[in-house]
């Protein structure tokens, strides 16, 4: 059983600073590339920030320097260091992986961003 729980969303005023967490079971999370998408209302699902085994990580450009993606793996987590938060990364945020070609997904986690 793959189980993905997100954590950390909120309300934050514009250039604030959230850290969304998700926590996996159910596989050897070492292994696996854990991403972060997000979904804000009337707009596509979009892919955030990716972080694989090799330690690679690739963002969405609207985030790029504002966000960081990084793993525990010890403690079988990700996280998404989000800084100078825009009003536009309002959306729900979803953890994700992909284990034998299925994608598994989090519950959401919301995040606002207004003044």
């Known amino acids: 059983q793959v189980q993905l729980v997100e954590s950390g969303g909120g309300l934050v005023q514009p250039g604030g600073s959230l850290r969304l967490s998700c926590v996996a079971s159910?596989?050897?999370?070492?292994?696996?590339?854990m991403n972060w998408y997000r979904q804000a209302p009337g707009k596509q699902r979009e892919l955030v920030a990716a972080?694989?085994?090799?330690?690679?990580?690739v963002y969405v450009d609207s985030v790029k320097g504002r966000f960081t993606i990084s793993r525990d793996n010890a403690k079988r987590t990700v996280h998404l260091q989000m800084n100078s938060l825009k009003p536009e990364d309002t959306a729900v945020y979803y953890c994700?992986?992909?284990?034998?070609?299925?994608?598994?997904w989090g519950q959401g986690t919301q995040v606002t961003v207004s003044s």
């Open positions: 159910g596989i050897i999370f070492p292994i696996y590339t």
């Open positions: 994700n992986t992909k284990v034998n070609s299925q994608n598994y």
């Open positions: 972080a694989t085994s090799a330690g690679s990580t």
